[in-house]
């Protein structure tokens, strides 16, 4: 059974009269708890296959299949209702909200979900407790390091539950360190079960994956299996 | 249901982050309800007593007196209710409780009053018994005319307060006699004062029995007079009315389209014209209000519309998350009518305060009366303004593109 399914995915811009090939006659298959990370320079395509996967953004062409659900033809709101129960988003540059708590920003995907206030209290605070920040739930963004910003986003990515955790560049704003202590949590989730995409421009990260997929030019070129990581589970 | 709930919270959360722009914001409703409610306020707390005014006259009377119609004022002449048409209608109407006829000393003016060498001027009615009924006369020392005081033209007076005053009689005046139009009259009663109405005394009378003020007016030829009548009921009210006008143009000699040269008037009649005259008033000046609050809307419409612009990335945020277009069309629409709604009642509160202070600094003025409804329009129809202006500053946002709106910096 796949978690993901994508069959002949284009995706075209126009920049002026010229088409511009973001993504051309993309197959893929993604199975659950899959550890995956697209890699690429600038301009490969990258971004597009996120914002595609993520539901945000819909392919000029082709089928997406997420859990055997063809989402290619679904409404702005009907792909809202996807993003907020399949799949769990960590940005860049965290995108919290920068005047509500680490809870409050937190519960927020529950509030769409519409989950009523108590239930979404207690769900947020283990999502908190599970990336060890349960002490600074009270905090807003602007007072938390960089570190603690990215494990509220990644509290807020598994609050619900969803079928994919997607991140893109996760820890591209953070330090050597902190970058190792995300990584491991990235590594305890998917050992929990957790399906993990990441896009990622940098291979010490992608090192971290199981499955590499390298993109270029809006083309698959490399899709391998990670040979040492595969060996030490 | 469950979404407004939220929208609410985060609509006031957002109004407390920005404090001061939040109060420029909604101070343009706040400067239009305000406004609306100081002016409402005095305006109906005129009317309001205004009609306190008439309600002395009971809802079952209704009034007779001499109008001269323009063009026969031109000829010189006057027209006048006689003793003579006040005992016609005496004798010809039925369903009257009592008639209450009033004579003035000299219409619409004032009288010379003299007591111990002091000259003082009021106006001196001559009528019965039923006058004190009909004018709502309170008496505080002493008792009022009587029905034998007329039937036996006795010299006695009751007298308005700040006629006492004037006077200098002393605080409980009955027993001493006061020198009007060549005879002296004995005070028999001091009435309750009534205070002032539009700075006019409403306690500068003397009132003396109805067959007096005759044999004291005397060498006045015609006299003018003022009746009011009691009715058993009012359902026999417009026969009545008939009755006396018959009898007033038989007696008045007009002929078959000539002009009634008297009025036959009910209190609904005086009070309605009163009440034309003020939500006339009413009306206009709401009208000049609700333009404030429409500029205060726009207010609103642009101070929301920047903050969907500085928002943009945290509304690209909700909607990556799973926000659906309601859940942010509904934040921004809450938030302008929060907004709104917060000018509302601040503007209701100080266009109270400033009605309250209004009345309160122009003497003799009425108190300020706020009607609830007053507050419920003004309180509606700042909500309505946050609706009409928050919904396309809302809906910019609610359309907003995800992908977009994340890389907007």
Same mark, same amino acid.
């Given at each position: ?233 | ?271 309605? =014209? +009163?009440?034309?005259?003020? *939500?006339?008033?009413?009306? /206009? &000046?709401? $009208? @000049? ?86 507050? =419920? +329009?003004?309180?509606?129809? *700042?909500?309505?303004?946050? /609706? &009409?202006? $928050? @919904? ?18």
């Amino acid at each position: 059974m796949s978690l993901i399914l994508l069959e002949d995915i284009c995706k075209y811009y126009y920049m002026g009269d010229q088409q511009v090939k973001a993504l051309s006659h993309i197959n893929l298959t993604i199975k659950p708890n899959e550890y995956i990370a697209f890699i690429g320079s600038s301009g490969s395509g990258k971004s597009t296959m996120m914002n595609i996967l993520g539901c945000l953004d819909k392919p000029t062409k082709g089928r997406y299949l997420l859990n055997e659900k063809n989402v290619s033809t679904l409404t702005q709101n009907e792909l809202a209702d996807i993003r907020n129960k399949e799949i769990g988003f960590i940005f860049q540059s965290f995108n919290l909200l920068p005047r509500a708590s680490a809870l409050n920003n937190v519960m927020l995907p529950l509030v769409y979900k519409g989950i009523p206030l108590n239930l979404r209290k207690n769900l947020a605070k283990e999502a908190l407790e599970k990336v060890n920040l349960a002490d600074r739930m009270d905090h807003i963004p602007s007072e938390l390091s960089g570190g603690q910003r990215q494990r509220v986003a990644i509290a807020r990515a598994l609050v619900t539950q969803p079928s994919i955790l997607l991140a893109d560049e996760p820890t591209g704003n953070l330090d050597s360190q902190t970058t190792q202590d995300i990584m491991t949590l990235f590594d305890e989730l998917h050992n929990e079960g957790q399906t993990i995409i990441m896009v990622t421009h940098e291979d010490d990260i992608a090192e971290h994956c199981h499955r590499v997929v390298r993109l270029s030019d809006g083309q698959i070129v490399e899709d391998y299996e990670n040979e040492r990581k595969l060996a030490n589970v | 249901m469950f979404s407004l709930i939220e929208s609410f919270r985060s609509a006031i959360s957002s109004v407390r982050a920005h404090g001061f722009r939040s109060f420029l914001t909604t101070l343009g409703i706040i400067i239009g309800v305000s406004s609306t409610i100081a002016v409402v306020s005095v305006i109906q707390g005129l009317s309001y007593s205004i009609n306190q005014q008439f309600e002395g006259f009971g809802s079952n009377s209704i009034s007779v007196r001499s109008f001269t119609p323009r063009s026969e004022r031109l000829k010189g002449k006057i027209a006048r209710i006689t003793p003579q048409d006040v005992e016609r209608i005496r004798e010809g109407v039925e369903g009257v409780e009592h008639i209450t006829p009033t004579l003035g000393s000299n219409v619409g003016g004032t009288s010379s009053i003299k007591y111990k060498g002091i000259e003082a001027f009021g106006q001196v009615a001559g009528s019965t018994y039923t006058y004190q009924a009909v004018q709502n006369i309170d008496i505080k020392h002493g008792r009022f005319l009587s029905y034998s005081d007329n039937q036996t033209r006795r010299k006695v007076v009751v007298i308005g307060e700040k006629l006492r005053e004037d006077l200098s009689l002393p605080k409980n005046p009955i027993g001493e006699y006061i020198f009007f139009a060549g005879e002296w009259l004995k005070v028999i009663g001091l009435a309750e004062p009534k205070g002032s109405f539009f700075g006019f005394s409403q306690d500068n009378f003397a009132v003396v029995p109805y067959s007096t003020m005759q044999s004291l007016n005397g060498n006045l030829l015609e006299p003018d007079i003022f009746v009011q009548l009691q009715l058993k009921n009012l359902d026999n009210l417009e026969q009545i009315k008939g009755k006396i006008k018959r009898i007033l143009r038989k007696e008045h000699r007009l002929k078959p389209g000539e002009d009634d040269d008297f009025k036959i008037e009910t209190p609904e009649q005086l009070t309605s =014209g +009163i009440s034309d005259v003020i *939500s006339m008033l009413t009306i /206009v &000046l709401g $009208g @000049i209000v609700s333009i404030s609050l429409i500029v205060g809307g726009i207010g609103i419409m642009n101070i929301m519309l920047v903050s969907v612009t500085e928002r943009t990335r945290e509304i690209g945020i909700c909607k990556a998350i799973g926000a659906k277009r309601h859940h942010i069309l509904l934040q921004f629409l809450i938030e302008a009518v929060v907004l709104s709604l917060l000018g509302g009642i601040i503007g209701i509160l100080l266009g109270y305060g400033l009605g309250m202070l209004a009345s309160a600094s122009i003497p003799n003025f009425p108190p300020a009366n706020v009607p609830l409804w007053a507050v =419920g +329009i003004a309180f509606g129809f *700042s909500a309505g303004v946050g /609706v &009409l202006f $928050g @919904i396309l500053p809302a809906a910019k946002a609610a359309n907003l593109d995800p992908i977009e709106a994340l890389r907007y910096e």
